[in-house]
């Protein structure tokens, strides 16, 4: 029922977006003006990322009327995931799906990295890796020397599949099995001191961050919880494109990497007071 009500949502102001931008002359064009092109960065944060499922469904919509244009897709651990399922045109419903597969089976005690794996290789479409070259960049954290790289070179399904699991592999909890990228573990690591790449000159960066890290609920959150979460996406993407102030949703401007230290340490120390209040 809970995800019933959630595609029902999401669909509805998909439709509205679609509504508003479809019509140069509607009423609203001043409240809702054009975006033009765009990078979109996706940040991980376990669980409380599936936030970024009711966004990034609304701007799926916004990119069919032509006023949004993402070129390029950054994200890390989850948000990696979320990247490679936007690239390949999966619906709510099925990312949830996936989600939830993911979820039950990791309950069993099955490896999470092994879990990821075959849920990917079950969800995603076999032409995923011709969708997402060079459109999708894949954040992971090398070991030995700490950096924090991006790949977007995927010369076959299994190639992106492995560079989405190592980008969600937390040390001590996954266990790593490519030898495709055996020095490399979860993006946030390589992230949090190194920052993002900045946009190209002419776009926007598009920052999506989780309300919370939600690390806490990284294997069983309850459902409530997490399509609480999507809703409070929806209404937040509305907020960010009728240029309302919002929390989680925030625009870049180039950003060296020695700043992008001081905001990635600024930005971790805001998400644990929030999740200390809350």
């Not at 990034?56 to 919509?61: E, F, R």
């Not at 399904?157 to 699991?165: K, Q, S, Y």
Request: proline share 5%; with cysteine; hydrophobic share 40%.
């Amino acid at each position: 029922m809970l995800v019933d009500s959630i595609c029902v949502a999401t669909e509805a102001a998909s439709n509205e977006i679609r509504r508003i931008y479809s019509d140069d002359n509607h009423l609203d064009r001043a409240v809702y003006p054009r975006i033009g092109d765009v990078e979109l960065y996706i940040h991980g944060g376990g669980f409380s990322g599936v936030w970024s499922i009711g966004v990034l469904q609304v701007l799926h919509a916004l990119e069919e009327t032509s006023a949004l244009k993402i070129h390029t897709l950054h994200g890390y651990s989850i948000g990696a995931i979320f990247a490679v399922f936007y690239a390949c045109n999966l619906t709510t419903r099925q990312i949830i799906d996936a989600y939830t597969k993911i979820q039950q089976t990791r309950e069993g005690n099955t490896r999470l990295y092994c879990v990821c794996r075959s849920v990917l290789m079950e969800t995603l479409p076999e032409n995923a890796h011709e969708l997402c070259e060079g459109r999708v960049r894949i954040g992971m954290t090398q070991k030995f020397p700490l950096w924090y790289r991006e790949e977007s070179t995927f010369p076959t399904r299994l190639a992106l599949i492995d560079a989405v699991v190592h980008s969600a592999a937390v040390p001590c909890i996954t266990t790593t099995l490519s030898d495709s990228f055996y020095n490399y573990v979860d993006g946030m690591f390589g992230h949090t001191v190194w920052g993002w790449s900045p946009p190209r000159l002419g776009r926007t960066g598009i920052e999506l961050l989780p309300p919370a890290l939600g690390y806490s609920y990284i294997f069983s959150p309850t459902d409530p919880y997490i399509y609480g979460l999507i809703m409070n996406g929806l209404t937040d993407v509305v907020y960010f494109l009728q240029k309302k102030p919002t929390k989680f949703i925030r625009t870049l401007s180039y950003m060296p990497w020695h700043v992008g230290i001081i905001t990635r340490f600024v930005d971790r120390m805001h998400w644990s007071m929030l999740q200390r209040v809350t």
